[in-house]
Nanobody, 115 residues
Framework: QVQLVESGGGLVQAGGSLRLSCAAS????????MGWYRQAPGKQRELVAR???????NYADSVKGRFTISRDNAKTTVYLQMNSLKPEDTAVYYC?????????WGQGTQVTVSS
């Protein structure tokens, strides 16, 4: 059974930091492209940051220079370090594991940034 369990969300003031974690189980973690997406109320889900299957990283323009994605294959965990948070970063953040044939999602973790 595949599980992606996010943690680390919460309420933070603008300018603050949070680190999200996504612990994966039931997949061959090292071969999956892992990523973070977010969905704000009334908006579509959008890419925040991800590792491609080749190991490179992609970031949304809105988070470049502020967010950093990392992964620990030994712990089968992917992280999202979020610095200089802005109210517009408020959303539910979802972990994603993708390969050529499979696409899995976590349940999401709420991040709220107050002004």
């Amino acid at each position: 059974q595949v599980q992606l369990v996010e943690s680390g969300g919460g309420l933070v003031q603008a300018g603050g930091s949070l680190r999200l974690s996504c612990a994966a189980s039931g997949i061959s973690f090292a071969i999956f492209g892992m990523g973070w997406y977010r969905q704000a109320p009334g908006k579509q889900r959008e890419l925040v940051a991800r590792f491609t299957s080749g190991g490179s990283t992609n970031y949304a323009d809105s988070v470049k220079g502020r967010f950093t994605i990392s992964r620990d294959n030994a712990k089968t965990t992917v992280y999202l370090q979020m610095n200089s948070l802005k109210p517009e970063d408020t959303a539910v953040y979802y972990c994603n594991a993708a390969s050529r044939f499979y696409d899995y999602w976590g349940q999401g973790t709420q991040v709220t940034v107050s002004s």
